[in-house]
């Protein structure tokens, strides 16, 4: 049973600005709820006010622009992510990371806000933005404002938003021409469970020639986590497996798994060099980028 809350429903923006001006810290934002939800019934969270953000119509949007990227509003489902053609075509890593959660019920009301809001360290979709290099559209009393991607994680179950804020939209930039991205994920069923390991990378050739390579993961660190210092190690001349060696040496010392229900410590260690291991092949041996 759900604990009492009043329930709004602002139909414009600046209608949900406003009231969580006045009761930010006893309101909680509702746009998909699965994780939400689930928590109050827990009683993990008892907000005084839900204020239910999907009658805002500017939220709803899903947008490509050639020069800017794709713009996802925090009220669309990830449902409406997966089945665009222009996320399956350009950022084609976000369609394997979206689909990767849950169920197609789930999926129909969950969105990708939602996701990165909650803060899970195995967040399905943050690897994928994290190697998009995205941004997270901020608003609140004081206006608008842009975080990037590798700060709004700040911690479990933490994020950099301010108390009176919440997230507009998630804007993603166009992926380097010609780059190539796979999200893979350990968990112990399929459907309806989150990652033991979630490793995301993008492979690209900046305007040198020279080979670019972003990786990053969930589910191994208190935060979602781009490993920045693996990134410079592909523009050297060597072999693709000593290039792929060395980096999983670098990511097994920068990341710090934890035990817990769905893996211990020592699993997710080994998962985090098989499946980077086995992403990078994909992508540099197969793919010879």
């Known amino acids: 049973m759900l604990p009492k809350f009043d329930y709004i429903k602002p139909r414009t923006l600046k209608e949900a600005v406003d009231f969580l001006s006045l009761h930010g810290k006893e309101a909680k934002i509702l746009a998909g709820g699965t994780d939400l939800l689930v928590l109050m019934r827990e009683e993990a969270v008892k907000p005084k006010y ?4 999907k009658a805002v119509k500017e939220l709803n949007t899903l947008s490509y622009d050639e020069d800017k990227g794709l713009t996802i509003g925090a009220t669309v489902t990830l449902n409406e992510i997966i089945e665009s053609d222009i996320v399956k075509e350009r950022f084609s890593i976000l369609h394997e990371a979206t689909s990767s959660i849950a169920d197609y019920e789930i999926r129909n009301r969950a969105t990708l806000v939602g996701n990165i809001c909650n803060a899970s360290p195995a967040a399905d979709t943050a690897p994928a933005l994290l190697v998009l290099d995205a941004t997270v559209k901020a608003v609140g009393p004081e206006g608008e404002r842009a975080i990037k991607i590798q700060d709004f994680f700040t911690g479990v179950k933490k994020t950099s938003l301010k108390g009176k804020e919440f997230v507009k939209a998630v804007e993603i930039p166009n992926p380097p021409e010609g780059s190539r991205g796979i999200y893979l994920k350990q968990q112990r069923i399929r459907s309806e469970d989150l990652a033991i ?3 995301a990378a993008l492979v690209a050739k900046n305007s040198a020639g020279k080979r670019q390579v972003r990786i990053a993961f969930s589910s191994v660190a208190p935060t979602p986590i781009r490993v920045f210092e693996v990134e410079k190690i592909f523009a050297k001349d060597r072999p693709i497996r000593e290039l792929i060696d060395e980096t999983v040496s670098i990511v097994s010392k920068k990341l710090s798994p934890i035990s817990d ?19 990078l092949r994909e992508l540099l041996e197969k793919g010879r980028n």
Do not use: K, N, Q, W
């Open 50 to 53: 839900l204020v239910d953000i």
């Open 261 to 279: 229900v769905r893996g211990s410590r020592e699993y997710r260690a080994h998962l985090i060099e098989v499946l980077t291991r086995r992403v």
């Open 197 to 199: 390991v979630g490793v």
